[in-house]
């Protein structure tokens, strides 16, 4: 199916080729009818060229793309359709096996013995011949029926910079769009899945079921359960104790880096000179630019093991997996984060306002502590918010560091798991697409990326707060 | 008499007031100071976080640089592997037990161990792919030494561990995963000369293996590098147009005010969401190629959009007003304005853009986890859409295996991640600087 550009790469050359020639013939043809009616034609003549090499490609893109979607998935459907009825009594599960093994056949990446498989594939073969040959012949007579078309129209009349920049304007519209698509792309697949998920567990198990084991899930009917464990297993998909453990991670991660991040913000603000300062806060981004399976790797084999060790010292039972480790090494991520937004929602503060507090007799620290951080606040619970929003979301330091069992508690010793940790356990790992196991993972996603939103949309208003408060 | 009783007393008054003063002026000043200690420990701290991350990956990381090899003395059964004409036979070549011949050769030289246990226990000494290596190495001359002949082979994992001494002697023999017995042996190696420390090439030459010593970092490099080929491809241009018409074109109204709410959304949405959107509607809905670097790169594309659209609007409002008044002045429209006139003198600042955001995507796992690039995969990717992993995910891959050799690895494929990280973001400050212009 994506073999499309590298097999065919004579036919997308020739295309390319089609439309730098097109570009010139349309340019040369304006301004010879230009000198021949002796007027001045209304565009530059480039422009006239561009626009026959719209019509001639922009078609063409369009059929070759709906081809790639449509036509390979239909090929293939007729070549299972006959596979069908090449061996009725081939169950379901081994179908998709033949059918790959056809295609690989067809393609002559295998040779097969079974006469029936080779007669396949050669029908097979043939059908993607004969398709490649009708796409083949469609584009062509598309791009030439765009050529005849746009170029007859081609005259020093034509308004062809207008036409031109209204087809980008559009283009450079629809570009804009794809933010668009893109959250609504992942709104609607998110809930497709999820509704799916909740048709078979409800809304209230979910939200407020108290415990989470989606991989030993017990349904009735399974052998070996008592009625009593299948009672049991309708909690099987309880979010609480997953969201506690995700929180109180974050409330660890923040407990690292609100105090860090927010005085070493006060010192680059409003101590620090302006040398320094231009040393510090990149030094400081360094921090958020490490990627964080980085992070990962440094709190499950360097923290978590040192967590543990101090509690073995102190006589604590520390757990190899304990949210500390996870979420200490995330606050160390979180740092320049809040760090950075504090330190330009402070510089924001009108310089009047210290200049009043320094005339009535405060000292630096009065200074900031009365007046620029009371005028800052909404800023910081901003940059706060922000970073809670970070610490939820991040996947990867807790896959690695945090649990995957869901304990409910609160003890930051012991191994919680958190939603990023369940989403990836859940959907790596050879699954069915459609078990309750892997929809429940969409289940969390939502979760996670109505959270998340909320969060940002709150920090969002906040900071506009104090916008709007000094203006 | 009153006045200068009254004077005296509000000199005292004074006195009195200003000591108080003093003193609490002093510990205002000490609050205020504690205040500008608290901020200078909060930065220290944050950068002594920094050098422990880095120190404890570097001295973990930087001994995975060097591969212990061992000398073995052997020679080439010539009728089983030449053909006709003298040359080697690459058919005959692919039916011989090399793996036998290496270890033949390596047990026969410890005259005194006999029994089929030790034996056994003697070859986990060298590694499992030897006769692998030396076939590839023999193919690749094409040239069959003939007689004894000397030939350094890579030891197992654990031997090199032991040499570079992360693996401790004198703790229990069954905790350490070499015996007495086997030290011993490698004890005598080296006493002859036969064990060596070398360049590591194989790190950077193969992909992926179950075998430490023959794994390497440059198939998910080659992965990332094609993932991030097809993330620049697309978002770039898509990120370009789109904040062209966000600055210049987009009507104000409601329209605009969702799309750029959107975008700023976007921006802080978690990356495994992406993940899961590109799991549901380019794995699931339209069917693409699980595992393969071009769904990777589609879904990191979509990741950094708002981060390049972000970049590219600061940098075309950046460019002064003037300019675009002048190329409308003089009767160009304004799509000639922005193309012709704004864009070639916003480029630098849209590049160093696009690198920071190419620098997110390439240290970005959870979402490459998702659409499956956390495969074991042997072979370098070819294409794009040949299965693959990317930098970040063999991390990820190897600091869970349980062999002390891949968590060496690991450390060094993060150096090498950092660095390709380092140079990145180096040239986007040193870009900026070049082009930067004070209007």
Known sequence: ?471 | MSDLKYAAQLDAETELRFQKIAIGLKKRRAASRRLKTYGVLAILTALSFLVILLTTIISNGYTALQQTELLVELSFPEAKLVASDGSLDLKKSQNFNWDGLVKKAFVSEFKEVKTRLDQRALTEIISKNAGYDLRRQIEKTGILPVGKTKVWIKTSDDVDMFMKGRIDRTIEERKRRLSDQQLDWVDDLVSFNRVRLVFNKTFFTAADSREPESSGVLGATVGSAMALFVTVLLALPLAVMAAVYLEYFAPPGRVTDFIEVNVNNLAAVPSIVFGLLGLAVFLGFFGMPRSAPLVGGMVLALMTLPTIIIATRASIRAVPTSIRDAALGLGASRMQAAIDHVLPIAAPGILTGTIIGIAQALGETAPLIMIGMVAFIVDVPATLTDPATALPVQIYIWSDSAERAFYERSSLAIMVLLTFLISMNISAVLLRRKFEKKW
């Open chain 1, 1 to 471: 199916m994506f073999s499309f550009f590298s097999t065919d790469f004579v036919i997308f050359s020739a295309t390319i080729l089609a439309a730098v020639g097109s570009f010139y013939l349309a340019k040369g043809r304006v301004l010879k009818q230009a000198a021949f009616e002796g007027v001045k034609p209304h565009s530059l003549s480039q422009y006239y060229g561009l626009y026959v090499c719209i019509w001639v490609l922009v078609p063409a893109i369009l059929l070759a793309l709906i081809w790639l979607f449509a036509a390979d998935p239909m090929l293939l459907n007729a070549a299972k359709a006959r596979l069908v009825a090449a061996y009725p009594k081939l169950p379901d599960s081994f179908l998709d096996l033949k059918m790959a093994q056809l295609g690989n056949i067809a393609a002559g990446f295998l040779q097969s013995t079974d006469p029936v498989m080779v007669a396949q594939a050669d029908l097979l073969r043939q059908a993607q011949a004969s398709a490649d040959r009708a796409r083949n012949l469609t584009l062509a007579l598309v791009m030439c029926t765009g050529f005849f078309y746009s170029v007859r129209r081609v005259s020093p009349e034509l308004r062809a910079r207008v036409l031109c920049e209204a087809f980008l304007r559009r283009v450079f519209f629809l570009a804009a769009v794809v933010a668009v698509l893109t959250t609504v792309g992942i709104v609607a697949s998110l809930l497709f899945e999820a509704v799916r998920f909740f048709r078979e567990i409800s809304l209230i198990d979910f939200f407020f079921g108290t415990h989470w084991s989606p991989m030993t899930a017990l349904r009735p009917g399974d052998t070996g359960v008592s009625d009593e464990d299948v009672a049991g297993s309708s909690g099987s998909f309880g979010m609480v104790p997953v969201m506690i453990g995700t929180l109180l991670v974050a409330v660890i991660a923040m407990a690292v880096a609100l105090p860090i991040g927010l005085f070493s913000a006060i010192y680059t603000s409003e101590f620090a000179s302006r040398r320094v300062r231009n040393v510090v806060k990149p030094t400081l981004e360094v921090l958020a630019g490490v990627p964080t399976v980085v992070y990962g790797f440094f709190a499950a084999l360097t923290a978590a093991p040192f967590f543990r060790d101090v509690g073995l010292f102190v006589g604590l039972d520390v757990s190899s997996q304990s949210a500390l480790a996870a979420g200490g090494v995330m606050g160390i991520m979180i740092i320049p984060f809040i760090s950075s937004l504090s330190d330009d929602v402070i510089t924001a503060v009108p310089q009047p306002l210290r200049d009043g507090a320094y005339g009535l007799g405060s000292t630096r620290g009065e200074t900031i502590i009365r007046v620029i951080l009371p005028a800052a606040f909404p800023g910081l619970v901003g940059a706060c918010l922000l970073a809670v929003s970070r610490a939820v979301g991040e996947t990867m330091i807790v896959v690695m560091a945090a649990g995957v069992a869901a304990n409910m508690t609160i003890n930051p010793l012991e191994a919680v798991t958190t939603v990023t940790v369940q989403i990836v356990m859940l959907l790596t790992g050879d699954n069915e697409f459609d078990s309750v196991k892997t929809l429940s993972a969409f289940a969390l996603g939502i979760t996670l990326f109505s959270i998340t939103l909320l969060l940002n949309v709150a920090a969002l208003s906040a900071s506009r707060r104090l916008g709007q408060r000094y203006e």
